[in-house]
T-cell receptor, first 114, second 112 residues
C-alpha cells in the first residue's frame, strides 16, 4: 500500500512569509505527527493529531500550528518565517495512538528560509 | 534538553564485522525504545524496537540491548554490510504517549 506522502518536497520562502505543508498518511492510519529535523538537533516533535484532535504538542512557538481533516490528512502551518525555521519537516503516521510507538515516516518537506 | 543522546556522530566498520551503535537516555518514564535508519533524501524507516520490560530483542542481523539501570541501549549489527551505511536514530517513547524523543543520530559507514 502507498506510504506517507508529503507535499511539497522542496520549497524556498523568505523571512516573514508563511508556509503550509501537507501530509497524507497511510490508508487506515488515524494518527499523524510532525517532526522537525535540523542538523545537530535530530528530530524534534512538533505535534500529533488523532481523529482530528491535537493530542500532544512539542515545545515550539505558536507560529507552528497544524490541523487534521476527517480523512486523516494533515497540514502544518508556519507563520512569520524565521531563518531558523529552515529544516526538513517530517510527517509520520500510525494506526493507533499510544501503542508500540512504531511510526511510518514520509520523505519530508525541505524548507529553506532566505 | 536532550533526553535521548547519541554521543557518537559517526562510526566506520569493515564489512562483515560487528557494528555497535550506542544510545543513552535520561527519562525514567520511557517504556519503549526504537531504532530508525535513514538514507539521504528519504524519511526514517523503522528498524527494531524493545519494550522496557525486556533486555534484548533480536531480528535477523539486528539486536537491540537495553540496560535500564544504566539508562543505556545499543544496537548491534552482525555482520555489517555496505547497504547498512546510513544514519541511525535512537528514539524513545513515554508511557501513554505516542510521540517519540529522538537522538541526534549516528552515521554508520560500512567499508567494503
Amino acid at each position: 500500500k502507498a506510504g506517507v506522502t508529503q507535499t511539497p518536497r522542496y520549497l524556498i520562502k523568505t523571512r516573514g512569509q508563511q508556509v503550509t505543508l501537507s501530509c497524507s498518511p497511510i490508508s487506515g492510519h488515524r494518527s499523524v505527527s510532525w517532526y522537525q529535523q535540523t542538523p545537530g538537533q535530530g528530530l524534534q516533535f512538533l505535534f500529533e493529531y488523532f481523529s482530528e484532535t491535537q493530542r500532544n504538542k512539542g515545545n515550539f512557538p505558536g507560529r507552528f500550528s497544524g490541523r487534521q481533516f476527517s480523512n486523516s490528512r494533515s497540514e502544518m502551518n508556519v507563520s512569520t518565517l524565521e531563518l531558523g525555521d529552515s529544516a526538513l519537516y517530517l510527517c509520520a503516521s500510525s494506526l493507533y495512538f499510544g501503542r508500540t510507538g512504531e511510526l511510518f515516516f514520509g520523505e519530508g518537506s525541505r524548507l529553506t528560509v532566505l | 534538553d536532550q533526553q535521548v543522546k547519541q554521543n557518537s556522530p559517526s562510526l566506520s566498520v569493515q564489512e562483515g564485522r560487528i557494528s555497535i551503535l550506542n544510545c543513552d537516555y535520561t527519562n525514567s518514564m520511557f517504556d519503549y525504545f526504537l531504532w530508525y535508519k535513514k538514507y539521504p533524501a528519504e524519511g526514517p524507516t523503522f528498524l527494531i524496537s524493545i519494550s522496557s520490560i525486556k533486555d534484548k530483542n533480536e531480528d535477523g542481523r539486528f539486536t537491540v540491548f537495553l540496560n535500564k539501570s544504566a539508562k543505556h541501549l545499543s544496537l548491534h549489527i552482525v555482520p555489517s554490510q555496505p547497504g547498512d551505511s546510513a544514519v541511525y536514530f535512537c528514539a524513545a517513547r513515554e508511557t501513554g504517549a505516542n510521540n517519540l524523543f529522538f537522538g541526534t543520530g549516528t552515521r554508520l559507514t560500512v567499508i567494503p
